[in-house]
């Protein structure tokens, strides 16, 4: 099998981009891999947060609460060495680690989120509080 290099853009653009993560780059990206993207939905009973994370086995993603903060994270595995004989031509694609936090209104019922993972995608449905527990302001009484 004859592997034919093949870019897809000119070297112009390519050395531009270089010039542009070098100057505009935050060191985030580097720490993370990758950010996973993300739709965030609500409706009148809920919030729901879908995030694309193809790939991955739902045991290997970890939720976590603290305060009013929830953490969606993905520990990237040390991979087993390949035998001898298998070695990547050219790689792409490969998810790495990462960490994304919501911080979650004060509606929110916490303590009733649910998470599922779906077709590459983790979906977190968080309820809403009832209007009477989801009150933002109270009249405090004057003794």
Not at 34 to 53: R, Y
Not at 81 to 100: D, H, N, V
């Amino acid at each position: 099998m004859t592997i034919i290099r093949w870019h897809n853009r000119p070297m112009l653009s390519h050395f531009l981009d270089n010039i542009n993560q070098r100057e505009f780059n935050t060191g985030f990206e580097k720490n993370c891999g990758c950010i996973p993207a993300t739709n965030i939905l609500e409706d009148g009973n809920s919030f729901e947060i879908q995030l694309a994370a193809p790939g991955l086995n739902k045991k290997d993603l970890k939720l976590e609460m603290e305060k009013d903060v929830l953490s969606v994270s993905f520990e990237k595995k040390e991979e087993k060495e390949s035998p001898q004989e298998i070695k990547f031509l050219r790689r792409e694609f490969e998810m790495e680690g990462f960490t994304r936090s919501f911080t979650l209104p004060e509606t929110a019922d916490t303590e009733k989120i649910k998470a599922r993972y779906e077709n590459g995608i983790l979906y977190i449905t968080i309820p809403k509080l009832n209007p009477e527990k989801a009150r933002l302001s109270k009249s405090i009484a004057v003794n």
